[in-house]
Structure formats: C-alpha cells, structure tokens
C-alpha cells in the first residue's frame, strides 16, 4: 500500500499512486455503507478530533460519521473565530488535545496553512478539513472518487469549475487532483474571482460561461460569498447570477451525459437554479455519501500508517 | 587608550584604499600616528578591517516592547554582526515623535548600548499621517532622519510638506513605500505562490506606485527622499530613472531582497513573513542589478525582532518582520562578492560611506584621521553555521537559521573600544 504520511495537509505534494490508493480504499467502505452494520473496527481505541474554526455542516459531520463507522471515539470542538485573534493560541488549544492523547486532528480553519502549523507543533497526524484559501484536501479526492464511479477514468475527462476560484480551496484541490490525472481542467468567473497565475497549474481560463460550457464531461459549481460582492470583486448578485448561473439553457451546451457537482452548501436561485441542481445529471447528494467513504480510507490509512510509526513527516 | 591594528588589509570605499596597512586609534579617532605607543596591539594577518558598518533600518523596539529587543540587546546583536552605528526606527510604543522619546533613547544607548544608536524621528504627530510632527525640535534633540516606516503617509500633500519642510535641516525623508489599500490583508508577494499557498497577495505595484510618488513629490519638492527596503524590479526601475533625472533620491534594500524569493513561504514559516515581502527571482536579480549599477546605495537590515510567541502562530496572524544584525555582513559577502556581483569595496561602501553621505553622518563610515573610530575587523575565510543558539538577538526569528556561511566579523570597534570579539563574545 502506498500511503504512508502522518498527516494529510493537501493535495498539491501526493503523487498520483497516493490518490489512487486513497480512492481504492474508499470504495470498500462505500460497500459497506448498503450493509445492515454499517461498522468497522479499524479505528477502535483511537481517538479522533474535530477541531473546526469556521463553521461547517457538512464537512464535520461527514467526519465525524466516518470516525464512527470505524469506531473510533470522536470529540467535536467549534470554536468561533475570534478565539484564534483573542484567547488561547492555535498551537496551545491543539496541544491541550495531544495531551489528552488525540491520536488524529481533523481541523478545518479560516486562514491557510493552520494545518501545517499544527504538523509542526503536534505528533497527532492532522487532516486539513479546509483551510482559508489554501485546499480542501478530502472534497478534492470525494469529487475525484465521484467522478471516477460515475465516468470510470479521468483521463481526457473536460472538468469544468464555476465561480470564485480565487477564494476557493475545492477548486485549489480539484485542480490538483485533477491535473495529476490528467483531465482538461476549465475555469469560468469574473477576472475579479480567477487568479492571475491560475492558466500556470494547467488549467483553461473563460470569462464568458457559455463557451466554457461547451462539451464538458463535469461541471463544479462553487458556492459564491456574498460577502465579496463588498470588496468590489463584482457589483452585485443579480449581475453574477445574469452571467454564471448554472440554467438549463447553459446546460444544454455540455456533453448530454454532464455530471453536475456542488461541494455545498448550494445556494439555490444563485449560482444554480434549483431545477438544474434537482435534475438527473446532478450528483449533489452522491458527493455526500461518497464524502464517508473517502473520509474513512483516509483515517483509515492514516491510522495505519501510524501503526509502522515510519510515516514520512510533512515538513 | 589607544590601540594599533598591524598589517591588516584595509578597505575603505571613502578613500579608495584598499591595502595591506596599519591603522591608529586613539581618543576614540582615528589618526595617523600614535603620540605614544599603544596600549594594545592588534595583528591584523588575514584579517580585513573595514570602517564600522552602518545600518540605518532597524527596529531596536525599546521603548514598550522590550519582550522583542532592548537597546541591550539590540545593541550586542549589532555588534556581533560588525555593525557599529543602528538608526532606529521610531515605530515604538510611544512613537518617536517627541524629543524626550529620542532623550530616552540616546540615554539608553549611553547607558546601556554597545554601538551607537541613532534615532530616527518620526513624520507626522503619532505616525497619523495628519500632521506633521515637530520635526525640527526632534532634530535639535538628536534624530538623523525621519520616517513614518510601516505607517506610511498615505496623504500626498502631507508628503509633500514633510519632503519640503525637512530641507531646511537637510533631513533625508526616509519612506516605506506601501499603497496600503491595495496591499490590504495580503501577508506574501502576490504571484503564483500565494495563490497556491491560499494567502492573500501584496503586489508590487502596491511599494511602486507609493515610490513613483514620492519621487514625484521629491520633484516637486527638491526634499531629500530615501526609499526604505526596496523589494521590487519595478521600483528599482523607478529610482533608477529618477536617478537620471538628477533628482534627490536615494535608496536602500535589505540581504533577504537579494537572497530569498516567495518559494520559501511554503511550509507557512513565519520566518519568510515580512513587509515588503519576498518577491520572485526576476524581483531578485533586478535587486542585484540595481546594487550593481549603483541605483540602490545601501544595504541596511530592517531587523524586526519578534518574539517566538508572536511568530509560532497561523500566518496570517503572525507579525512581519526578521532579524537582521547578524547575518547583514555574511549574506552581503556571500551573495554579493562571492558571486560577483560587486567587488568587496563596493559591497562595503553600501554600508559605509554612502549611508554616511546620505544621513549626514560626517565623522562615520569612513577610516580617514579624524573619523570616529569605528571600525569593523572581519575573517573573510571564516566558515561557520549560523545557528539559533549563537543569536545574540533577544529574538530569533531569522530565516537565515541553519545556513553555513563563509566571511564574518570577529572584531567590531566602536568609537576606539573593542565591544565584541568573535573568540570573548561582548567585552564589558
């Protein structure tokens, strides 16, 4: 097997052979999921926790029932924002856990790179669960795992992503994900929401969303802040959803078997109209279920790796 | 007290002298001949003395944050570095906008201090930006310039008025060259890097339209304008021209500009956060060239202490800003000479005679009779690995930690008293 690393920080420094091995693991414990006992023994003893600075539904609870399945004992910690700037320090709170004898941190942060301060600071292995701007290492392998069952190869496969790319961390980790296996990575959004560099990691930059559309295999809508609509990065949200709403009509330019994805929380009549994320080529829901599955071959082979002790430290 | 340095290869950029000689001090000068001889003889074989470094960006932090640095400290960590004369930066708590906070600090550096310490005073009443501070009663008390560093005066007509009002004191106006709003939340270069990273960008442009300014205004004016940290090829550009034109601009940058680029923020060390931040090779070889062609005239430190605490944390959040004393002569010989990119008297006169001319320093930076005798001695051949425990710095953010370098000082001598060998340490 070939994943041997303490923490799981991003997707950018995993070679190939690393995903896939993740991807393959997952799927067993997809199996498992139609089963009656939907359980595992393989985290048992171990203590996971979840350490969330920003808030999150979806991404907690999707670890947090993967930790359960694999039955390890789960913490769950939110802590408001404004703790990091005014009370106890990142690197103390974490601490405070190791000595509590966590033996896996999943944290998810408003600012990039918490999760490497913390694989410096700790020897609990870390899971980044979305740090600022930086990637979300886990959607990026769910949306790649996806994507396999649905298309059966990456390979050649016409990605498309939508919207604020610039603050996005799905899109930082889908690229990644996904150039390594070689897809025709887009990007579509105002030049206010797209980075400069962006074309550098090998993707195709559009402004305009209906010539990105034409023929594309996936579509990734990215949830739009409406808070950067008062950094002046557009002028406001009835302009945006005039020229990146995902619409039926724009829908039509993609290949007829498109996939259409959402990391969530959607905004609905925003940057999707809810008739497109309700219809069949939509998989909205399936990322979830799929989002168990790869969290658990995750801790799963984090844990494992712990056992040998001869992980390769991040840093 | 007089001392005699014997057979020492002597560079001294203010004479064009670069050979093998002796050098006299006595009563704190230098001179031509001893009355009497020496008290205390140095062989100077191998060694190569230099006039003492001057280093006119630090933040020496006392007074308020004396966790960071103290003059004691700052001082001794000077020293260590060859550094003889520090300009101290006036962002302390409070600011340096008043002749007692200058007293405090000239007195501290009597007291206390192991080079000498100069204040720089600041530009505006509290660092505001509003209103000009008294700069005329701060230069009675002892500043050699003025600066709003790390504030900088974003409104043009106050600008404007301190680049005029200073002439009359032949103050340099020193600028840290920042649009702040368009450089708001960044913590890194702007570039590929900080978007693969997820940190928010600072683009050059934010340092070259504040410097395109204030050379406009230096026009304007006639005022005498010097450029703090210069990090980008654009701004070299920028004085390069303004250089042509005639005008009364000078400039600095620091060795982390001609040494490191934003590839090393990738582990999010905070060691390679500071403002301006690290630019790309391209901004790094301009660097080089500007040093080259003379555009840029010194090298200074903007040593930044900040305590371990401060640093240990998220990157966002951690302050900019590393030591620098220590490693200024190591990285100038070793990025600079060793590559040849300047000759050893050219590297030297970045930190010697030309911040000298420029700040009105008329007895430094020079090893002429009748200089202050400052002086620096260093072992051009010595190897050594610059290592957390050696600092002298009460705080150790460098980045520069675990790098092995060849050629550094091992005697600094400050107005005719050896203050720090390499073999005693600080001499008391």
Same mark, same amino acid.
């Given at each position: 097997?070939?994943?041997?690393?303490?923490?799981?920080?991003?997707?950018?420094?995993?070679?190939?052979?690393?995903?896939?091995?993740?991807?393959?693991?997952?799927?067993?414990?997809?199996?498992?999921?139609?089963?009656?006992?939907?359980?595992?023994?393989?985290? /048992?003893?171990?203590?996971?926790?979840?350490?969330?600075?920003?808030?999150?539904?979806?991404?907690?609870?999707?670890?947090?029932?993967?930790?359960?399945?694999?039955?390890?004992?789960? /913490?769950?910690?939110?802590?408001?924002?404004?703790?990091?700037?005014?009370?106890?320090?990142?690197?103390?709170?974490?601490?405070?856990?190791?000595?509590?004898?966590?033996?896996?941190?999943?944290?998810?942060?408003?600012?990039?790179?918490?999760?490497?301060?913390?694989?410096?600071?700790?020897?609990?292995?870390?899971?980044?669960?979305?740090?600022?701007?930086?990637?979300?290492?886990?959607?990026?392998?769910?949306?790649?795992?996806?994507?396999?069952?649905?298309?059966?190869?990456?390979?050649?496969?016409?990605?498309?992503?939508?919207?604020?790319?610039?603050?996005?961390?799905?899109?930082?980790?889908?690229?990644?994900?996904?150039?390594?296996?070689?897809?025709?990575?887009?990007?579509?959004?105002?030049?206010?929401?797209?980075?400069?560099?962006?074309?550098?990691? *090998?993707?195709?930059?559009?402004?305009?969303?209906?010539?990105?559309?034409?023929?594309?295999?996936?579509?990734?809508?990215?949830?739009?802040?409406?808070?950067?609509?008062?950094?002046?990065?557009?002028?406001?949200?009835?302009?945006?959803?005039?020229?990146?709403?995902?619409?039926?009509?724009?829908?039509?330019?993609?290949?007829?078997?498109?996939?259409?994805?959402?990391? *969530?929380?959607?905004?609905?009549?925003?940057?999707?109209?809810?008739?497109?994320?309700?219809?069949?080529?939509?998989?909205?829901?399936?990322?979830?279920?799929?989002?168990?599955? /790869?969290?658990?071959?995750?801790?799963?082979?984090?844990?494992?790796?712990?056992?040998?002790?001869?992980? /390769?430290?991040?840093? | 007290?007089?001392?005699?340095?014997?057979?020492?290869?002597?560079?001294?950029?203010?004479?064009?002298?670069?050979?093998?000689? @002796?050098?006299?001090?006595?009563?704190?000068? #230098?001179?031509?001949?001893?009355?009497?001889?020496?008290?205390?003889?140095?062989?100077?074989?191998?060694?190569?003395?230099?006039?003492?470094?001057?280093?006119?960006?630090?933040?020496?932090?006392?007074?308020?944050?004396?966790?960071?640095?103290?003059?004691?400290?700052?001082?001794?960590?000077?020293?260590?570095?060859?550094?003889?004369?520090?300009?101290?930066?006036?962002?302390?708590?409070?600011?340096?906008?008043?002749?007692?906070?200058?007293?405090?600090?000239?007195?501290?550096?009597?007291?206390?201090?192991?080079?000498?310490?100069?204040?720089?005073?600041?530009?505006?009443?509290?660092?505001?930006?509003?209103?000009?501070?008294?700069?005329?009663?701060?230069?009675?008390?002892?500043?050699?310039?003025?600066?709003? @560093?790390?504030?900088?005066?974003?409104?043009?007509?106050?600008?404007?008025?301190?680049?005029?009002?200073?002439?009359?004191?032949?103050?340099?106006?020193?600028?840290?060259?920042?649009?702040?709003?368009?450089?708001?939340?960044?913590?890194?270069?702007?570039?590929?890097?900080?978007?693969?990273?997820?940190?928010?960008?600072?683009?050059?442009?934010? +340092?070259?339209?504040?410097?395109?300014?204030?050379?406009?205004?230096?026009?304007?004016?006639?005022?005498?304008?010097?450029?703090?940290?210069?990090?980008?090829?654009?701004?070299?550009?920028?004085?390069?021209?303004?250089?042509?034109?005639?005008?009364?601009?000078?400039?600095?940058?620091?060795?982390?500009?001609?040494?490191?680029?934003?590839?090393?923020?990738?582990?999010?060390?905070?060691?390679?956060?500071?403002?301006?931040?690290?630019?790309?090779?391209?901004?790094? @070889?301009?660097?080089?060239?500007?040093?080259?062609?003379?555009?840029?005239?010194?090298?200074?430190? @903007?040593?930044?202490?900040?305590?371990?605490? +401060?640093?240990?944390?998220?990157?966002?959040?951690?302050?900019?800003?590393?030591?620098?004393?220590?490693?200024?002569?190591?990285?100038?010989?070793?990025?600079?000479?060793?590559?040849?990119?300047?000759?050893?008297? +050219?590297?030297?006169?970045?930190?010697?005679?030309?911040?000298?001319? #420029?700040?009105?320093?008329?007895?430094?930076?020079?090893?002429?009779?009748?200089?202050?005798?400052?002086?620096?001695?260093?072992?051009?051949?010595?190897?050594?690995?610059?290592?957390?425990?050696?600092?002298?710095?009460?705080?150790?953010?460098?980045?520069?930690?675990?790098?092995?370098?060849?050629?550094?000082?091992?005697?600094?001598?400050?107005?005719?008293?050896?203050?720090?060998?390499?073999?005693?340490? #600080? #001499?008391?």
């Amino acid at each position: 097997m070939s994943f041997n690393r303490k923490d799981l920080l991003g997707l950018e420094h995993l070679d190939k052979t690393e995903i896939q091995t993740i991807i393959d693991s997952a799927r067993p414990f997809k199996n498992m999921f139609t089963r009656s006992i939907k359980k595992a023994p393989a985290l /048992v003893g171990k203590t996971v926790v979840n350490l969330f600075y920003e808030p999150s539904t979806r991404t907690r609870t999707s670890f947090e029932v993967a930790s359960k399945r694999l039955s390890a004992d789960v /913490v769950n910690i939110a802590t408001a924002t404004s703790s990091v700037v005014k009370g106890e320090s990142l690197v103390d709170t974490a601490k405070t856990l190791e000595a509590m004898k966590a033996d896996i941190i999943i944290i998810r942060h408003t600012l990039a790179g918490t999760p490497e301060l913390l694989a410096k600071n700790l020897n609990a292995s870390i899971i980044n669960a979305g740090d600022g701007f930086h990637e979300h290492p886990t959607q990026g392998l769910l949306d790649l795992y996806t994507m396999y069952e649905k298309k059966k190869k990456i390979e050649g496969l016409k990605v498309l992503l939508v919207g604020d790319i610039l603050h996005s961390r799905v899109a930082k980790s889908n690229i990644w994900a996904l150039t390594k296996f070689g897809a025709k990575v887009r990007v579509a959004g105002p030049p206010t929401l797209i980075p400069g560099k962006i074309s550098e990691l *090998g993707v195709e930059v559009f402004y305009n969303l209906d010539e990105a559309i034409k023929d594309v295999d996936v579509i990734n809508i990215l949830r739009i802040q409406m808070e950067r609509q008062q950094e002046n990065l557009f002028p406001s949200i009835h302009e945006y959803v005039e020229l990146y709403q995902l619409t039926k009509e724009r829908l039509a330019k993609a290949k007829p078997d498109v996939l259409i994805m959402h990391p *969530g929380p959607m905004n609905r009549g925003i940057e999707i109209t809810s008739e497109v994320a309700d219809c069949s080529s939509a998989v909205i829901n399936e990322q979830v279920t799929n989002g168990i599955a /790869v969290r658990m071959a995750v801790l799963y082979l984090l844990a494992a790796a712990r056992k040998g002790e001869n992980y /390769v430290h991040s840093n | 007290m007089s001392i005699q340095i014997k057979n020492i290869n002597i560079v001294d950029p203010s004479t064009n002298t670069n050979k093998i000689g @002796d050098i006299f001090i006595e009563d704190g000068k #230098i001179v031509e001949k001893l009355s009497k001889p020496a008290d205390e003889i140095i062989d100077g074989k191998d060694k190569t003395a230099f006039p003492g470094l001057i280093d006119v960006h630090s933040h020496v932090r006392e007074p308020g944050q004396e966790e960071k640095e103290t003059i004691k400290t700052g001082t001794r960590s000077a020293a260590k570095g060859g550094i003889t004369t520090v300009f101290c930066m006036p962002n302390t708590k409070p600011v340096t906008d008043n002749a007692p906070s200058v007293e405090y600090i000239l007195m501290k550096a009597q007291k206390e201090g192991k080079v000498n310490v100069f204040p720089i005073g600041c530009i505006t009443k509290g660092s505001q930006g509003k209103e000009l501070a008294e700069i005329g009663i701060l230069k009675k008390a002892g500043i050699v310039a003025v600066s709003d @560093d790390g504030q900088p005066v974003a409104n043009s007509q106050i600008m404007r008025r301190a680049l005029e009002y200073t002439k009359m004191f032949n103050l340099a106006v020193i600028s840290h060259c920042e649009d702040k709003e368009l450089a708001r939340n960044g913590v890194m270069n702007a570039g590929k890097n900080s978007m693969i990273f997820g940190l928010r960008g600072i683009p050059n442009q934010s +340092e070259e339209i504040m410097v395109s300014r204030d050379i406009m205004l230096c026009e304007l004016t006639g005022g005498k304008l010097h450029i703090a940290h210069v990090s980008t090829a654009g701004s070299v550009e920028l004085v390069r021209q303004a250089k042509k034109k005639g005008l009364n601009v000078t400039c600095e940058t620091c060795p982390h500009y001609f040494t490191l680029t934003d590839d090393y923020v990738q582990n999010y060390d905070t060691n390679f956060k500071m403002n301006p931040p690290l630019r790309t090779q391209k901004d790094v @070889d301009a660097i080089k060239e500007g040093l080259k062609d003379g555009t840029i005239d010194c090298i200074a430190t @903007d040593h930044a202490p900040h305590t371990l605490e +401060e640093k240990n944390r998220e990157f966002d959040t951690a302050p900019f800003g590393i030591i620098g004393f220590e490693t200024l002569l190591s990285l100038t010989l070793n990025e600079l000479v060793d590559k040849n990119i300047l000759t050893l008297s +050219e590297a030297i006169a970045k930190m010697t005679v030309n911040p000298a001319k #420029i700040f009105s320093l008329d007895t430094r930076g020079s090893l002429k009779a009748g200089s202050a005798a400052d002086v620096t001695i260093a072992d051009l051949n010595h190897e050594y690995e610059f290592k957390k425990e050696d600092i002298l710095s009460k705080s150790k953010n460098s980045p520069f930690i675990g790098r092995k370098f060849k050629g550094c000082a091992v005697m600094t001598i400050v107005g005719g008293k050896i203050v720090w060998t390499l073999k005693d340490g #600080i #001499i008391n």
